[in-house]
């Protein structure tokens, strides 16, 4: 075989790695926790290697209040049980306003990949990573395993992450006896656990509690996740 031949030979064979390694890698590391708790998320060893004390505790679904889904969908994605991944309208409206602070187009599968796997930052690799990642999540998992697995490993406070934690620390009670307006409280401090506490909640942490139940109604109560 000539040298060109050999080459293209070789071409070929590295190409087919790369497609192997591009889609069997990310399934590895997706696939798994579609059945499986998760073990300790990217944020909570960062939080960790920081000195904070760490408290998660795993719940599943069924013992969680139906208020607290419905709350973070209203709060941070109301187009959750509709797309894909990405909001693709919440990213152009992001794109159009510079240097807007919060969430901004973040989906809960984007935020469900940045806390397992990533770290904090907006660089284009991390970005990037979590696009691509967002696009297994979304294909092997179905949405209720997606929340499911968020409200586990969102951080509420300090050190303090998932559902059950956050309602034992701030409200003396399990997840499954939150109320509509503990809920509320908890899916406000999502974008700054650090600053704001459900709790003890400042006037705007109540305005905003106020409205997330506004919108809670208006897309339906818990009844609105049912179809996911």
């Given at each position: 075989?000539?040298?060109?031949?050999?080459?293209?030979?070789?071409?070929?064979?590295?190409?087919?790695?790369?497609?192997?390694?591009?889609?069997?890698?990310?399934v590895l590391i997706v696939l798994p926790w579609r059945w499986l708790e998760p073990p300790e998320s990217a944020f909570m060893m960062l939080a960790g290697a920081q000195g904070a004390d760490i408290d998660q505790r795993w719940v599943s679904w069924e013992a969680i209040s139906p208020h607290l889904p419905i709350a973070v969908v209203a709060a941070e994605d109301q187009k959750f049980p509709e797309h894909r991944g990405f909001d693709t309208e919440s990213i152009r409206s992001a794109l159009e306003k510079e240097g807007s602070k919060g969430r901004g187009a973040s989906?809960?599968?984007?935020?469900?990949?940045?806390?397992?796997?990533?770290?904090?930052?907006?660089?284009?690799?991390?970005?990037?990573?979590?696009?691509?990642?967002?696009?297994?999540?979304?294909?092997?998992?179905?949405?209720?395993?997606?929340?499911?697995?968020?409200?586990?490993?969102?951080?509420?406070?300090?050190?303090?992450?998932?559902?059950?934690?956050?309602?034992?620390?701030?409200?003396?009670?399990?997840?499954?006896?939150?109320?509509?307006?503990?809920?509320?409280?908890?899916?406000?401090?999502?974008?700054?656990?650090?600053?704001?506490?459900?709790?003890?909640?400042s006037s705007y942490v109540e305005e905003r509690a106020d409205w997330i139940l506004g919108q809670m109604e208006q897309l339906g109560g818990p009844s609105y996740l049912k179809g996911m």
């Open positions: 075989m000539s040298w060109k031949g050999r080459r293209q030979k070789l071409w070929a064979r590295a190409s087919c790695l790369g497609v192997v390694l591009a889609i069997g890698l990310p989906t809960i599968s984007q935020q469900v990949v940045k806390n397992l796997y990533l770290w904090p930052g907006r660089s284009m690799t991390r970005k990037g990573i979590e696009a691509y990642l967002t696009l297994f999540l979304e294909l092997l998992w179905p949405k209720q395993r997606i929340l499911e697995v968020y409200l586990n490993v969102a951080e509420f406070g300090p050190g303090i992450f998932g559902a059950e934690a956050a309602a034992q620390a701030f409200f003396g009670k399990p997840a499954s006896r939150l109320s509509a307006r503990e809920a509320a409280l908890m899916a406000t401090v999502l974008p700054s656990p650090k600053r704001m506490s459900p709790s003890r909640p």
